[in-house]
Antibody, heavy 121, light 111 residues
Framework: QVQLVESGGGLVKAGGSLRLSCAASAFTFSDFYMSWIRQAPGKGLEWLADISASGETIHYAESVRGRLSVSRDNSRNTLFLQMTPLTADDTALYYC??????????????WGPGTLVTVSS | QSMLTQPPSVSGAPGQRVTLSCTGSSSNIGAGYDVNWYQQFPGMAPKLLIYVNTNRPSGVPDRFSGSKSGTSASLAIAGLQAEDEADYYCQSYDSSLSGYVFGTGTKVTVL
């Protein structure tokens, strides 16, 4: 069964940087779009970015564009997220999510358990 | 800032039918972009419930159904059960943001 496991979360100082990884298994990673979606404590879901199966095409949310970089290594079935500089507003649970394209749009069909990032001032 | 508006809460008695609304605009649902729905239990990751407006992934009970019309979409839960207590989010694509947007979320309570 599809597994996505995020790692790299923790306590980070404001102004610092964040690097998360997501290990994927039990599906052909290189066939699927992947996304990062976050959820601040007690709040709703916010899509951050998606990356095509080959890694050639990446889209970022306006709210994080310029601070966020997403990449993937299909040989290692791993998705990455890098973000800098961080602010308190970046405190959230970060989800690694598989996307399936339907008529040119993604539905997010499998989610990892998430990794918590806390930004301290 | 969410471009999809959902009622904060909806409640119903066991066995009742409830409907959750998701109101968008001409740059997302009204532009013809599809709607997906997710169910999230406390402390858990969201789970895809409905994709491409009306389709259920394998394993999702047929008590859950989705529809879309104009600038809005709806999720209906027929025969409400205690295990349906959760948060529900709609999601679509928004052309003005050039990205995906989620609804504000609805908490379903079974009375």
């Amino acid at each position: 069964q599809v597994q996505l496991v995020e790692s790299g979360g923790g306590l980070v100082k404001a102004g610092g940087s964040l690097r998360l990884s997501c290990a994927a298994s039990a599906f052909t990673f290189s066939d699927f779009y992947m996304s990062w979606i976050r959820q601040a404590p007690g709040k709703g879901l916010e899509w951050l970015a998606d990356i095509s199966a080959s890694g050639e095409t990446i889209h970022y949310a306006e709210s994080v564009r310029g601070r966020l970089s997403v990449s993937r290594d299909n040989s290692r079935n791993t998705l990455f997220l890098q973000m800098t500089p961080l602010t308190a507003d970046d405190t959230a649970l970060y989800y690694c999510v598989r996307g399936t394209l339907w008529f040119g749009e993604l539905s997010f069909d499998f989610w990892g358990p998430g990794t918590l990032v806390t930004v301290s001032s | 800032q969410s471009m999809l508006t959902q009622p904060p809460s909806v409640s119903g008695a066991p066995g009742q039918r409830v409907t959750l609304s998701c109101t968008g605009s001409s740059s997302n649902i009204g532009a013809g972009y599809d709607v997906n729905w997710y169910q999230q239990f406390p402390g858990m990751a969201p789970k895809l419930l409905i994709y491409v407006n009306t389709n259920r992934p394998s394993g999702v009970p047929d008590r859950f159904s989705g529809s879309k019309s104009g600038t809005s979409a709806s999720l209906a839960i027929a025969g409400l059960q205690a295990e349906d207590e959760a948060d529900y989010y709609c999601q679509s694509y928004d052309s003005s943001l050039s990205g995906y947007v989620f609804g504000t979320g609805t908490k379903v309570t079974v009375l």
